[in-house]
């Protein structure tokens, strides 16, 4: 049994090495990033952004600061994991302060505590600044509530897309439909068709979902429909990245919530 206050202290010895600050920058929208997160990319010397990070947040770095752009997409990576790690190693050792920003939420399906292992196993301190999960936004964004009385009482959040050297899969889309009254989907468009069909074996083809697509952006996209709709969709090819996908019956409320929006 541990008990503290939450926040790791330094290592002793570190004196001299900059601090690598691992800043959730939110779901898309530059305004939804926490005034943390905003303050820290106003002093960092260095800046290491994904591509599902604002690029509008860019424009508070001070002047000088490096901008190294580490986006990864289906097909392209513009630096392995294994660069990204090293990069930022190196620029701590040298005494900067270092900002790696990513979309969403660090600790969200964001690689951010593989990032912080990697630096605290060469004695350099990391600190992760959470913030609002794709999700979360998506569904803020769309007027869709993941729970609601009398409609949702749970909800499940799973990746769409497991990464292929765990040799096993671990999310049963099947047992979670069956376990919780909310499902959402992330990193899931390339395995839409599939997604859709696994939920249509336990939820029914009528049951309800929404693709949320560039969430909380000014493209933002809302699909909303059946089970058996949206899977005739995206054997289209009309869901792409990046998607959220929200199945439950707390979508139908989305109607009533954007009227209500209207007339308020």
Do not use: W
Request: charged share 25%; with cysteine.
């Amino acid at each position: 049994m541990r008990e503290d206050s939450g926040a790791c202290p330094s290592k002793p010895g570190d004196s001299g090495k900059g601090v690598v600050y691992v800043v959730g920058a939110g779901p898309g929208d530059p305004e939804l990033i926490t005034i943390k997160g905003l303050r820290l990319i106003e002093i960092a010397d260095v800046i290491v952004y994904d591509r599902l990070a604002p690029r509008e947040l860019l424009r508070h770095a001070k002047k000088g600061a490096e901008l190294v752009y580490a986006g990864k997409e289906p097909g392209f990576h513009a630096m392995s994991q294994d660069d990204i790690n090293k990069l930022l190693l190196d620029r701590a050792t040298r005494g900067l302060t270092v900002v790696r920003l990513k979309g969403g939420d660090p600790l969200v399906f964001g690689r951010g505590e593989e990032e912080c292992l990697f630096l605290a196993r060469h004695g350099v301190e990391c600190i992760i600044v959470p913030g609002i999960p794709s999700f979360i936004g998506a569904a803020a964004y769309a007027m869709i509530p993941l729970t609601s009385r009398g409609y949702s009482s749970s909800f499940a959040v799973v990746t769409g897309k497991e990464a292929p050297e765990k040799g096993f899969t671990s999310v049963r889309l099947g047992d979670i439909a069956r376990a919780v009254d909310t499902i959402i989907v992330l990193m899931g468009a390339s395995r839409s068709p599939e997604i859709f069909e696994e939920l249509i074996k336990v939820l029914g083809s009528n049951a309800l979902g929404a693709v949320v697509i560039n969430a909380t952006r000014g493209d933002q996209v809302v699909i909303e429909g059946t089970l058996g709709e949206l899977l005739h969709l995206a054997r289209k090819g009309r869901i792409r990245n990046p998607a959220v996908i929200i199945v439950g019956k707390t979508v139908g409320l989305r109607e009533k919530l954007c009227a209500e929006s209207v007339e308020s």
